[in-house]
């Protein structure tokens, strides 16, 4: 090919490492962004070494073989690693020994100008983490990666035209929800099934048909699309920690937190996401949040802890239908699904923690309910016997949910079944600290964990990547073992908001914007073609 000084290829990188450090491997594509044809593809394995340091190794390898072709190109690299799409635009220092060499090889490859980086979803990332999690599966085998061999683009573009296709999923996938409403809308109003779809390079259509033109700071696209979580959280690194992509990659997905910047609330809530977001202090919010942006579906922000539900709140029984009064899919006009499995969300009375806003996840001490949480946990069956509609009850294993669901089974007179994956977040060394502890003492750490559902709290806790996945797979398992049926879920902030999280579609900085009050009640409902209803969130009327 010949050289063009007006030439533009993208660049898309990643990297993964299975252990972090672990096992690590690279992948590189390089794009042609008129037209989406694949120019070149780079992967490797690369021994023990870190999320981090493999994204920094895939940027070099992409670079390269842009360069390689077009050595006058400009360049636009995309990257679902925010930490390296920050530090490579300047905007972030690099403190890290290991990656400041690579931060430098990268930054000599094409003259300075000349590259131009974008953040984009993990979703939008799939061609070059495919080929990461290539190169780390031949290496397992002690092999080197085959470009030969490599299914990337093909499984890319199989990708890019699933919207056209069926959808499917498991229960409460949003997405799925919505490509049936788009082919619905299609079929009677003309719209072509699976909406617009431009090359790489131009605007992005979200499955739901709206398309990515919001932009955070530093021209780094927000995302358009729910992220899919899925590996195992496996550490830290310099900047946010790295967390995992479905199938044993850890390398995947670098989502953004955006921090709110209201003010603190007056009544403690021991909700540890909404207090993050209250009490971050303003110059990091203003680093990762476009002021001003909104969050499709769950965006607004949230209220003081403790205030109760306006006005315009959903009324708790209409939220607690029994099985046979579910309503008819979709205003479309879509056949009836049946009864859905109806999740009734509560979170656990208050423990000695709450109200002094402390880390409490299932890596601490195990606290019980307070006094006052045990009035709460009365006064919530109370509420729930009345209406009647509950007919199984699951509790995460911590003694604080398990003390609430038996003051509930008492009344209904069930039986109480423990569940592993509702436990909350292990918050590592945080436990037991409140927000501004963990800021004197951990700022760096607690700063990555507020800019990237990937990072993990210092000492070994989970990455919300890591809780939405083990929720997600604990969520399908009750939905198929409860068709039908409305359980009530006794569980922690985290796995609640995750559940309503993912019900609506939204991206991870959503957890940061919902308020969850002790012994709350929110509601889900999940249909057996995929779609999901929220009827209710952070009720707390029966506390009144």
Known sequence: MTASSSREVIVEADGGSRGNPGPAG????????????????????????????????????GLKAARELFPDATV????????????????????????????????????????????????????????????????????????SASTAALDSAAARNAATLPPSGPPGDATAGAARARAALATAGGLEPGGTRTAPGGTHSAPGGGTGTGVWPGAVSRPTAPDAESGPDTGA??????????GPDTGAEDGLFAVGEAAPPA?????FEAEAAALAPTGHAARVHAPGSTTATAGTPSAP???????????????????????????????????????????HGETALTPEKRFSGSGGTDPELSAAGLRQAEAVAEALAARGTVQEIVSSPLTRCRQTAAAVAARLGLDVRVEQGLRETDFGAWEGLTFREVRERYAEDLDAWLASPKAAPTGGGESFATVARRVAAT??????????????????????KTLVRLALGAPPESLFRM??????????????????????????????
């Open 305 to 347: 802890s403790g205030v109760a539900p306006g006005p315009s709140s959903p009324a708790p029984t209409a939220a607690l239908q029994p099985p046979s009064a579910a309503p008819r899919q979709g205003w479309s006009g879509g056949p009836d699904m049946g009864a859905p499995a109806t999740f009734v969300l509560l979170r």
């Open 237 to 246: 690194e310099s900047g946010p920690f790295t967390d995992g992509e479905t």
């Open 475 to 496: 969520r399908d398992r009750l939905t198929a073992a409860y068709a039908g049926r409305t359980v009530l879920l006794v569980t922690h902030v985290t796995p609640i």
């Open 76 to 147: 636009h690299v995309r990257m679902d690693s925010k930490l390296v799409v920050e530090q490579m635009s300047g905007r972030w220092k690099i403190k890290h020994p290991d990656m400041k060499p690579l931060a430098a090889e990268a930054g000599r490859v094409f003259p300075a100008g000349r590259v131009r980086y974008e953040w984009i979803p993990r979703e939008r990332n799939k061609h070059a983490d495919r080929l990461a999690n290539e190169a780390m599966d031949a290496g397992k085998l002690g092999r080197a990666w085959e470009p």
């Open 267 to 271: 009544t403690a809530s021991g909700d």
């Open 515 to 544: 308020e969850l009050s002790a012994a709350s009640i929110s509601a889900v409902a999940y249909y057996a073609d995929g779609n999901a209803s929220v009827r209710l969130l952070n009720d707390t009327s029966h506390l009144r």
């Open 26 to 61: 690279y992948g590189a594509v390089v794009l042609d962004p008129v037209t989406g044809e694949t120019l070149a593809e780079a992967a490797e394995y690369i021994g023990v070494a870190t999320n981090n340091v493999a994204e920094y190794k895939g940027l070099v390898a």
